[in-house]
C-alpha cells in the first residue's frame, strides 16, 4: 500500500534502518533511483512503481531539490516528493528522518494546487497549478471543504462576510486553521477548547466566492480513482482469505468510506456493521445509521455501551482530555461485538486515517489483535478526499457535517470546542441535544453557563 523511494543504496539502508526501529510492523519496502539525478532517468526507473496501485514517498536529499521540483510536475496524485534538510538523505539523523517520513506522508493527504483556468482545487502537491498563500503542512495538520448552506451560516456569523460556493479550511496547531478561497488566504480562526470564543483574523475582505462543488469533483476526478484503486487493491489480497469482515461504523464520514470500500470489495454476505451506541450520541448520527443500513442493505448489529447511565449517577465525572474514561467504555463494546460476531478467518476493516491523531499515525495499515487482522483502507487519504470521495458516490454524509462539524462523535465529548458548541446552541436541528440535562451537565462542566442552553 506505500513505498518509499529514494536516490541510492547508501539511502535505502538509512531508511531500511529508519523503519526497523520506528516503523517494524510496516513491512514497507525501500527501492532507489539507481543514483539518478536526471529527470528522464528517473521517470524510467519509477514508471512501473508509480503505475502501481500503491502510495509512493519520495525522500530526497537538498542536493537533489530541483529533481525533487521537475518530480512533481511530472508524477501522479499517488506521488508525494518529500526534501529532506539535509543534503542527503542518509545524513539525517534516525529519529529525524523517521519524522521527516512522517511529514512526506502528511504530503498525500494535504496536497493542493489552485488551477486558475478551473477556478478549483485540485488536491495533489504532484502535477501542474498554483501553490497557495502561505500554506504548509505538518504532521498533525488536516484540510477539509466547507460547502453547503449551514456552514456558510456558521462561516458568515464567524467572519461576516457572504460567502458563494465552498471554501478550505486547514487545521492546524493549538486550534489555528487557516481559511481559503481560491489561493488566498482570507482569514484564520482560532477555537479554543473550552468555552465559546472564536478568536479571527481577517486577511481579506469578502464576499467571497469559492469553487462549485461539481467543478471540484471534475477537477479532481483522477485523484478520487487513484485513491479508490489502491485502497481497493489493499482490501483484495483478503477478499479470498476473509470469512467475515466486520465494519466497525460511527456514521462519521471516514467509516462510512470505509464501509462503502468494504462492500465493493466483498460480497455482501460477508460484511457486518457495527453501530455502538455510547448512549449520548447525536440524534442525527442515529437516524442516518438507520437510513444508510436501508439504502445500503448492509447487515447491522447495534450495542450499547452505557456512558450516559454512568454520568447520570454520577459513577464517574465527565470525560476530560486528561480521562477519557469514555473511549475505553466503547472501545470495550464494540470489541466485545466484535468477538461474538468472529469466526474463522474475520477481517476488521476500519476508518483510521493519520490525520486524526498521532496514536492512529503511528499504526501500521494492516495489524493483528487479539487473532484479528484490522486494515485501514483510507489512512493516508484527506478529510478531502473522503468528503469528495462520497460525493462522488452520491452518498449523503451524516447531517451534521451540514451543520458545521469537522468530526462525529458524542455530546459530551471532550473533543467538542467551541466551533461546535456555538453549532449546537444556535441550531434549531439541536434543539433535542441543547435541552438534555445531560448536555447541560456537560456546559457547566466545559465553563459554559447553564442559562445559555
Not at 457486518?272 to 450520541?281: K, Q, S
Request: a neutral charge; glycine letters at 6%.
Amino acid at each position: 500500500m506505500l513505498k518509499i523511494v529514494v536516490r541510492s543504496k547508501r539511502d535505502a539502508d538509512a531508511v531500511r534502518a529508519m523503519l526497523k526501529v520506528f516503523y517494524p510492523e510496516w513491512n514497507i519496502d525501500v527501492v532507489t533511483l539507481h543514483g539518478a539525478r536526471d529527470v528522464g532517468k528517473a521517470l524510467d526507473i519509477l514508471c512501473d512503481l508509480i503505475n502501481s496501485a500503491n502510495f509512493i514517498t519520495i525522500l530526497l536529499g537538498r542536493e537533489d531539490a530541483e529533481l525533487a521540483k521537475e518530480l512533481e510536475q511530472l508524477l501522479p496524485p499517488n506521488v508525494a516528493v518529500h526534501v529532506v534538510p539535509r543534503a542527503r538523505v542518509r545524513n539525517t539523523r534516525i529519529e529525524h528522518l523517521a519524522h521527516e517520513f512522517a511529514k512526506a506522508r502528511a504530503k498525500l493527504r494535504l496536497g493542493v494546487k489552485w488551477l486558475s483556468d478551473r477556478e478549483a482545487y485540485r488536491f495533489s502537491f504532484c502535477g501542474p497549478g498554483e501553490e497557495l498563500e502561505e500554506y504548509g503542512y505538518d504532521v498533525a495538520y488536516d484540510s477539509f471543504l466547507l460547502y453547503g448552506s449551514g456552514i456558510r451560516e456558521v462561516l458568515r456569523r464567524v467572519l461576516n462576510v457572504e460567502i458563494e460556493g465552498s471554501v478550505l479550511m486547514v487545521r492546524q496547531l493549538q486550534g489555528l486553521h487557516s481559511v481559503y478561497v481560491g489561493k488566498d488566504l482570507v482569514a484564520t480562526i482560532r477555537i479554543p477548547d473550552e468555552g465559546l470564543a472564536i478568536d479571527t483574523e481577517i486577511r481579506r475582505r469578502g464576499p467571497y466566492v469559492g469553487p462549485s462543488v461539481a467543478e471540484l469533483l471534475k477537477v479532481n476526478m483522477d485523484v478520487i480513482h487513484t485513491f479508490e484503486k489502491i485502497s481497493k487493491h489493499f482490501l483484495e489480497r483478503y477478499r479470498d482469505w476473509a470469512d467475515y469482515v466486520i465494519v466497525p461504523w460511527s456514521g462519521g464520514k471516514d467509516s462510512t468510506v470505509a464501509l462503502l470500500l468494504a462492500l465493493d470489495v466483498f460480497p455482501k454476505s460477508k460484511v457486518i456493521a457495527i453501530y455502538t451506541d455510547t448512549g449520548v450520541e447525536f440524534p442525527q448520527t442515529k437516524s442516518y445509521v438507520k437510513d444508510m443500513v436501508e439504502k445500503l442493505g448492509v447487515r447491522l448489529v447495534e450495542v450499547y455501551a452505557g456512558i450516559d447511565k454512568v454520568v447520570k449517577y454520577d459513577e464517574k465525572p465527565l470525560p476530560d482530555h486528561e480521562n477519557r474514561w469514555c473511549t475505553a467504555m466503547k472501545i470495550e463494546a464494540t470489541e466485545r461485538a466484535i468477538s461474538e460476531i468472529a469466526k474463522g478467518n474475520t477481517l476488521v476493516v476500519i476508518g483510521d486515517r493519520d490525520a486524526e491523531s498521532e496514536a492512529r499515525a503511528q499504526r501500521p495499515p494492516v495489524r493483528k489483535v487479539n487473532n484479528l487482522l484490522y486494515v485501514a483502507p483510507i489512512k493516508f487519504w484527506g478529510t478531502t478526499h473522503v468528503q469528495l470521495y462520497l460525493l462522488y458516490r452520491g452518498v449523503k454524509p451524516n447531517p451534521l457535517y451540514e451543520l458545521g462539524f469537522y468530526r462525529i462523535g458524542c455530546y459530551i465529548c471532550p473533543s467538542l470546542r467551541s466551533w461546535e458548541l456555538n453549532i449546537i446552541l444556535s441550531h434549531n436541528e439541536l434543539k433535542e441535544v441543547r435541552e438534555s440535562d445531560l448536555f447541560k451537565k456537560f456546559l457547566r462542566h466545559k465553563g459554559v453557563y447553564k442559562d445559555q442552553t
